[in-house]
């Protein structure tokens, strides 16, 4: 089984960037699709970015233009580039993986991202 390992988090001003990483136990080629997910204090967990396998990119309306999902299966790890953030960024980002042939999903642990002056 694949684990997923985020990494990148930390604390930030408003305005600042930070990057995300998600690191793979294994090859990521066999998901179809991967993706960044928050969740914020008191909120449900919504969706930041995807990216297929194929390289196509979905973002939610609250990043467009300020983030970017990529991927490098030769290295087995999704990122995600995060600028201009605003304090409302603040949540719990966490790395999913889904193989749409058998419908499994993988979940890292997440990582804090906290932007505050």
């Known amino acids: 089984q694949v684990q997923l390992v985020e990494s990148g988090g930390g604390l930030v001003q408003p305005g600042g960037s930070l990057r995300l990483s998600c690191a793979a136990s294994g090859s990521i080629s066999s998901f179809d699709v991967m993706g960044w997910y928050r969740q914020a204090p008191g909120k449900g967990r919504e969706l930041v970015a995807l990216?297929?396998?194929?390289?196509?990119?979905t973002y939610a309306e609250s990043g467009k233009g300020r983030f970017a999902i990529s991927r490098d299966n030769a290295k087995n790890t999704v990122a995600l580039q995060m600028s201009s953030l605003k304090p409302e960024d603040t949540a719990v980002y966490y790395c999913n993986g889904v193989v749409t042939r058998s419908l499994a999903q993988y979940w890292g642990q997440g990582t804090q991202v906290t932007v505050s002056s």
């Open positions: 990216i297929t396998s194929g390289g196509t990119t």
